[in-house]
């Protein structure tokens, strides 16, 4: 019996004939999991610098490896190296590179170390590679989104309820709630990439390795905060890819939010906005049409992040302990996830710094929403009417300017008397629409003071922000 070709393999030696062509392409996982060639070399040339230090192997293998691997490292960035699909995937494909180059020695790189192990470290350096371009791009978002504020704190447009017209806001305070969402964006990613930051190697297969591994060394040479504490749980843990695409989720349903409001604004209806045309796109038989497309696609992609995160967690689901094949379904749905949540935050950026604000329209929104309602209920109570009858007052006062085809506004003295006496010549002033919004100056509120406060800031924040990514990004591996 012919058994080289089993043989050939890794696993090889206790079977006796190949697997077929296609268990092959079936169960090789390289044509995607290629991308993790960075994290893969990485790894394993702290591995190796930790087993010739450790006397494991002698430390002119050790040499011989590690250079061998920075040589393969430096062909895959140049587009030199053409992975092989029989090698299975982005671990067995380096192995193989390295034992054609170097011979004997690279045999000895897996010492202390399977497969397990090493996806779950390639992993988890991966996830804290994308947390900070993915934070980096929340970053330039936020910031566009202060500076922006910052020209529009007295761009007066409806706050809406229901989609309905209800209170007078401003631009700003508008996008301000926005930057308040991606912030916890960003501390969510931030707290995700923590728990990330746990170094598996020597789990193992599922219960260590008999060899005196120095652990601690390896998280260092990899910048890792600390070990993972349990090898049962180290290799069969995806608790922080199922964290990462979840932030993610999140990132995109607030895109999606923002963009949906941007769609809105876009429309003939109301005229808010009007979307750049290097951000649009017309109609192959409507010669009018302007579409927000990119939004549009910004916001059909938040499903398809969705059915990422779903895709992890359905496979991780009904998982006994340790590592199971399943959990190489990770990584696609992981990698579709970064790479659209990476081109919807660049693309919104581009398209809202872009962006034509139409105020004209915004304000006479205001005009015809009865949005000063509030306040003119809030002008009885404070002269003694119980809210609760205030209420009531202004809400027939309403009815009476829909029958006559009328804004609050444009009522004569008289006609607001004729609802209670208690009305003055100053109610005129009291639903002023930007008396009505810098009266709200409770912290939080869309009041011209208060919105500047929380612009400076905001601006301090992301100077610190900003401090932190470049601190990090001066530490990253090589």
């Keep these: 019996m012919d058994n080289h070709q089993a043989h050939s393999k890794p696993w090889g ?16 996982s390289i044509s995607f999991d290629c991308r993790l060639f960075e994290q893969d070399i990485a790894g394993s040339i702290a591995h190796a610098q930790m087993l010739g230090q450790a006397d494991i192997i002698p430390e002119f293998e050790a040499k011989s490896i590690i250079d061998g691997l920075k040589d393969i490292r430096q062909d895959v960035r140049n587009g030199e190296v053409t992975f092989d699909i029989a090698a299975e995937d982005i671990h067995m494909n380096i192995e193989k590179l390295l034992i054609e180059r170097i ?13 397990n192990d090493q996806v779950a470290l390639d992993m988890r350096m991966y996830v804290r590679v994308e947390i900070d371009n993915v934070n980096s791009l929340i970053t330039d ?15 007066v447009l409806p706050g809406y309820t229901h989609l309905q017209r209800a209170q007078p806001i401003t631009f700003a305070f508008h996008l301000l709630a926005y930057y308040e969402m991606f912030k916890r964006d960003l501390e969510r990613l931030t707290d995700c990439c923590a728990r990330a930051d746990f170094m598996p190697l020597g789990s193992g297969a599922l219960a260590g390795t008999t060899y005196p591994l120095d652990r601690a060394a390896v998280a260092s040479l990899l910048e890792f905060d600390s070990i993972t504490t349990n090898a049962l749980d180290a290799v069969s843990d995806r608790d922080f890819v199922i964290e990462f695409l979840s932030a993610l989720a999140i990132i995109m349903m607030h895109l999606s939010r923002f963009c949906e409001e941007i769609i809105l604004w876009s429309s003939h209806e109301f005229k808010f906005v009007e979307l750049d045309d290097a951000y649009a796109t017309g109609s192959s038989i409507m010669p009018q049409k302007k579409n927000p497309d990119m939004a549009e696609l910004i916001r059909g992609k938040c499903g398809r992040v969705y059915g990422d995160l779903f895709t992890i967690l359905t496979v991780m689901k009904g998982l006994p302990l340790a590592y199971n094949k399943d959990m190489q379904e990770d990584k696609e749905a992981c990698f579709d996830a970064v790479d659209a949540v990476k081109s919807c935050l660049s693309v919104f950026c581009g398209m809202l710094s872009t962006i034509k604000i139409n105020k004209a329209s915004m304000r006479k929104a205001c005009d015809m929403g009865f949005v000063t309602a509030t306040d003119a209920a809030d002008y009885l109570a404070k002269k003694g009417v119980p809210f609760r009858e205030a209420h009531e007052i202004i809400g027939k006062l309403v009815l009476h300017c829909i029958s006559h085809d009328k804004s609050l506004d444009e009522l004569s003295l008289q006609e607001w008397r004729e609802f209670s006496p208690v009305f003055e010549a ?11 919004v810098s009266a709200r100056k409770l912290t939080g509120g869309p009041a011209r003071t208060t919105v500047e406060q929380a612009i400076a800031a905001n601006e301090k924040s992301l100077t610190h922000i900003k401090k932190r990514s470049h601190a990090r990004a001066a530490g990253c591996i090589d």
């Excluded at 030696?13 to 090789?28: E, L, M, V, Y």
């Excluded at 978002?141 to 761009?155: D, G, I, P, S, V």
């Design 103 to 115: 011979g004997e020695a690279g045999k000895k790189l897996h010492t202390g170390r399977s497969r």
């Design 426 to 436: 100053d109610i005129f002033d009291a639903i002023d629409l930007q008396t009505c």
């Design 141 to 155: 978002l936020l910031t566009l989104l202060n500076t922006t504020a910052k020209r529009h704190t007295e761009t």
């Design 13 to 28: 030696g206790r079977f006796t004939k190949p697997p077929s062509s296609q268990t092959d392409s079936f169960h090789s």
